[in-house]
């Protein structure tokens, strides 16, 4: 393996062409807005960093957790680590276990694919891992059910190690310019026959079979406490790695709050019994002995489309999901919390609720998460 020396590059010698080369968001693993470690993971859904999905489908339990560790010197200081709390060595045909990020088709446009211009892409990242061996990456192109597969090699046994992979251009179907999922990168972590029984296909794009798609991939669920670690993901056009992309946090934050947000602090796991004083305060609208309805709720950020709203109750409220409201001397608990109405940029919210004096401008406290992922 190449010194670091000779991998790393001061961020100064980056010229102003290198702005927003990495189409992958939050690859240094800076960004967890839902949680820091989450136990007992055999489902799909996004769990930790910012932007990383979990694909799972009966292959073992994990836990998932944001790491303080990286390689020493890269500049990196956190990492995504899967952990194995329940082995499963000998999966089933259609066991799978991946760690995507999905990215839109209109932030693709520039790598001209489906055109005799089309554009080669590198993904570069450090990884360390228990389990040497064989791993998958794959490239999944969305739009035109397409995809390439290749792979990389864990060395050494719990030791950061730096990969780069180049993939070929594809002059066959180009990405939609949406705000829709057009390109998976999938890192696999477990695979089985279903998906590994044929040929890699690794030296072009071809139409998806499933039994090309992780051809060798090891089994990370073989033992419990087995474990994979990955930061320092960057996904850019051309035939050559480059330096990282590092931003500064706010702009990672905003980077993610387009497809996830909350009410309360960042540090915090939103949910039912959070602080108020982590919450909304705002005083109510028109409202009478039955509803009442409030002013709208800004997103941070312009979301990726109409997110899904979660409601959550304040530690002032004893029923889950509904907000809370001070009723000109006792806190009182809402019910039926819903969105009036919403869109990218905001949400308004109607309450039902009984036993309380109408025409009073009320105080409204209570949590909320927005979430829009690919």
């Not at 080369?21 to 769990?47: E, H, P």
């Not at 002059?171 to 990168?185: E, M, R």
């Not at 919390?337 to 409204?364: C, D, Q």
Request: with cysteine; aromatic share 10%; charged share 15%.
């Amino acid at each position: 393996m190449a010194k670091l020396s000779n991998i790393l590059t001061a961020r100064s010698s980056q010229g102003p062409s290198d702005n927003f080369k990495n189409l992958i968001i939050n690859g240094d693993m800076q960004v967890a807005q839902r949680a820091t470690s989450v136990a007992s993971i055999t489902t799909n859904n996004y769990y930790t960093a910012d932007r990383f999905g979990t694909n799972v489908t009966t292959l073992g339990t994990w836990t998932q957790s944001v790491e303080n560790d990286a390689p020493t010197g890269s500049g990196f200081r956190k990492s995504l680590k899967m952990l194995c709390t329940t082995a499963d060595a000998s999966p089933a045909a259609g066991d799978l276990l991946r760690i995507n990020q999905v990215i839109e088709g209109q932030n693709l446009q520039h790598i001209k694919k489906g055109t005799a211009s089309a554009e080669q892409l590198t993904v570069s990242f450090w990884v360390k891992a228990n389990v040497t061996g064989t791993y998958i990456v794959e490239f999944l192109d969305n739009d035109n059910t397409r995809q390439v597969s290749k792979s990389y090699t864990v060395n050494t046994s719990g030791t950061w190690e730096y990969k780069t992979i180049t993939i070929p251009a594809d002059a066959t179907g180009a990405f939609d310019n949406d705000n829709d999922a057009s390109l998976y990168l999938q890192f696999w972590l477990g695979a089985g026959t279903t998906w590994t029984s044929g040929t890699l296909n690794s030296s072009s794009w071809a139409s998806v079979t499933n039994a090309n798609r992780a051809v060798g991939q090891v089994n990370l669920a073989s033992a419990i406490s087995n474990y994979w670690q990955i930061t320092g993901v960057q996904l850019e056009v051309g035939d050559t790695a480059t330096p990282f992309e590092f931003k500064p946090f706010d702009q990672d934050l905003r980077e993610c709050q387009r497809y996830y947000t909350k009410s309360c602090n960042y540090a915090t796991v939103v949910g039912n019994g959070v602080s108020f004083s982590e919450g909304v305060y705002m005083a109510g609208g028109s409202h009478n002995t039955n509803t009442l309805s409030t002013t709208s709720i800004s997103f941070p950020v312009t979301m990726r489309a109409t997110p899904t709203i979660t409601f959550y109750r304040t530690d002032l409220s004893s029923s889950n999901g509904q907000w809370a409201f001070f009723d000109g001397g006792a806190h009182r608990d809402g019910s039926g919390t819903s969105v009036l109405g919403s869109n990218e940029n905001r949400f308004s919210v109607t309450f039902t609720y009984t036993g309380a004096t109408a025409y009073r401008s009320n105080i409204i406290s209570g949590q909320w998460k927005a979430e829009i992922e690919l």
